[in-house]
Nanobody, 125 residues
């Protein structure tokens, strides 16, 4: 059973940075994708950044150039470095795992099979 536990959320001022972490366990295959998604109050969940087992990454246009997804395979941990945070980045951030063999890791939440419980990010202007 895949388990994902997010941490690192918090409250910051606009322009500041945060790094989210996702501790992952229970992988039984070397073929997978991992992703960060977010959901703001009253809005649908959206893909933020994803990475596949090859290391290919994808970003939402809204975070391109500000956020960086990475992983540490030795620590089984996924990261999201978020710089130049804006009030519109306020959301609950979720880590997700997909069993699919994706050449380009998808940003659609329906393509992911396991989810963490989320960590809250708040940005004040």
């Amino acid at each position: 059973q895949v388990q994902l536990v997010e941490s690192g959320g918090g409250s910051v001022q606009a322009g500041e940075s945060l790094r989210l972490s996702c501790a992952a366990s229970g992988f039984t295959s070397g073929i997978y994708s991992l992703g960060w998604f977010r959901q703001a109050p009253g809005k649908e969940r959206e893909g933020v950044a994803t990475i596949n087992h090859y290391g290919v990454t994808r970003y939402a246009d809204s975070v391109q150039g500000r956020f960086t997804i990475s992983r540490d395979n030795a620590k089984n941990t996924l990261y999201l470095q978020m710089n130049s945070l804006k009030p519109e980045d306020i959301a609950m951030y979720y880590c997700a795992y997909s069993r699919g063999n994706w050449v380009s890791p998808p940003l659609r939440d329906v393509d992911y099979d396991y989810w963490g419980l989320g960590t809250q990010v708040t940005v004040s202007s």
